[in-house]
């Protein structure tokens, strides 16, 4: 089952939920569930949703700081709504067991870092040293 695992995920999931729904109702099957790859499965789900929220996160700073240091271009619009949407997806697919995993310090630090050097040509201008917004404040999108 491993095997198929590795080159068609699509089936591989479709035959252990198959495989699932049968050991759940206690009907006997001729084959168990291939659990160290569904294990695996579970473990990543809950990792790649953590991973996606602090992306978003990630972005929403990165688009807040670029308004920031560049005021008078005329992208700050554009920034700020996508700051916005990058906020809201966050807040839709955040759970509370994130909070305490969620660096907020880390996550400004590399909104920084993946700031442009110039736009349009120009310097930014300064921004914050520390992070200006706490993690509940950015995930209040309605702002």
Not at 27 to 56: C, H, K, R, T, Y
Not at 60 to 69: E, I, P, Q, S, T
Not at 78 to 105: G, K, L, N, P, Y
């Amino acid at each position: 089952m491993g095997e198929l695992y590795d080159t068609d995920v699509l089936e591989w999931s479709e035959h252990q939920a198959r495989l699932l729904r049968q050991h759940a109702t206690g009907e006997a099957g001729n084959e168990a569930p291939d659990w160290a790859n569904i294990i695996e499965e579970i473990e990543s789900v809950g990792s790649e949703q953590f991973q996606a929220v602090q992306s978003l996160l990630r972005q929403a700073l990165a688009h807040m700081l670029k308004a920031v240091a560049w005021p008078l271009s005329r992208e700050v619009p554009h920034w700020q709504a996508e700051a916005r949407r990058f906020r809201i997806d966050a807040a839709a697919r955040f759970t509370q067991s994130m909070r305490q995993r969620i660096d907020m310090d880390r996550l400004y630090r590399q909104a920084r870092h993946i700031m442009p050097d110039t736009i349009d040509g120009q310097p930014p201008l300064p921004v914050p040293d520390a992070c200006p917004v706490t993690l509940d404040e950015l995930l209040a999108a309605e702002d």
